[in-house]
């Protein structure tokens, strides 16, 4: 008993959230741009993900700028999936910003300003700065604690080392918290930066890696800094344009960020800011990092947000737009007309369209097996078999929200492996679409507000 309770132990220090396109790792392109069957948790789709790759490719050598890219296709071809791994592809430091159109029409502030933020947020800054750093091996920490407590403030010194020089530093008060937050010992090399007095651990010496018997796997070996004490050195820093407008308009400056009171930025904030970063540019002290903004269920923008999007893709500072939808010829939001995708012509005219097909049955099947991979299920392969069949008949989301609950049903009949009935049971136990409209049509009589009964009520209140 006391061995299946160990089994079932389960480590908490890291809690992890299992989403919809956690498996997604990248495009899974090699390095001519080929799309791999499978690679980075990506199936199928190698024509879209092909063009995406192009698309990522001119964003990374910084060629495009201000284009707009739509991926078309009908619900659940992995439209997202493509945007996903598209933002996993270009890294940290490019930003990407993601949003849904709904969004738009939620928001306690102006369409157009939602937008405008948006737009801000998916355009990064890389503001370069030289600072002065003090930067040597720790040789001797001296801190000299008052007798009576109160009487006065701590003082202390501090002697630092490189391979060509060795100084002592006069220590204050402040200084001394600092380097006990840090846990600075002998032999530790340390960097000072002489503006902000912040203290960083590089690592330790060494010439004193033989001080302990056992050191902690964290513990990072670095040789005796060479050169002068004193070192400038240039440090980068990467914002966007939205978190620098934050920062300016609002009294409580960065802090804004945390709380999420952005609230409506004015146009002369803005205007300010781009002259600033336009001369930092000049000056060599700062670049533009033009990222992606991408719009899910695009159509649900109206015409005026359309207006807004073919005005914002001109100007000069525009990050890539990448939008996506699985409508066909609709109509467009906020007036009478239809148009494809319902985006009208002239914001069409400017898009690059991705389209993306069906899966195929042996495209589900992987998908399904990368899927119990990250979900953490063993399954059978009847059970794989019967999953992937239900996933042609019905769709691949149905099938995917299998996998978790046969699982469960599984753990329920105390079994290790997901088999054929567990699969079969939760079958019966929730609808797919198709089955519960079935079902609908049947009893539809029997539901509230159904067309069926009111046209039963008004035939008999005719007669």
Known sequence: MAELKLSESRDL????????HSHIRGLGLDSALEPRAVSEGMV???AARKAAGVILQMIKEGKIAGRAVLLAGQPGTGKTAIAMGMAKSLGLETP?????GSELFSLEMSKTEALMQAFRKAIGVRIKEETEIIEGEVVEVQIDRPAVAGAASKTGKLTLKTTEMETVYDLGAKMIEALGKEKVQSGDVIAIDKASGKITKLGRSFSRSRDYDAMGP???FLQCPDGELQKRKEVVHCVTLHEIDVIN????GFLALFTGDTGEIRAEVREQIDTKVAEWREEGKAEIVPGVLFIDEVHMLDIECFSFLNRALENDMAPILVVATNRGITTIRGTNYKSPHGIPIDLLDRLLIISTQPYTEDDIRQILEIRCQEEEVDMSEEAKILLTKIGV???LRYAINLITSSALACQKRKGKIVEMEDINRVYHLFL???RSTQYLMEFQ??????EDAEEEDTNAMQS
């Open 13 to 20: 220090t890291r809690i992890e959230r299992i989403g919809t």
């Open 44 to 46: 199928g789709q190698t």
């Open 96 to 100: 990407f910003a993601m949003m849904a």
């Open 218 to 220: 964290q513990t990072k």
């Open 249 to 252: 308009s609002r009294t409580q």
């Open 393 to 395: 008949d019905t769709s």
């Open 432 to 434: 797919d679409v198709k």
């Open 445 to 450: 009589s029997l539901y509230m507000f159904s």
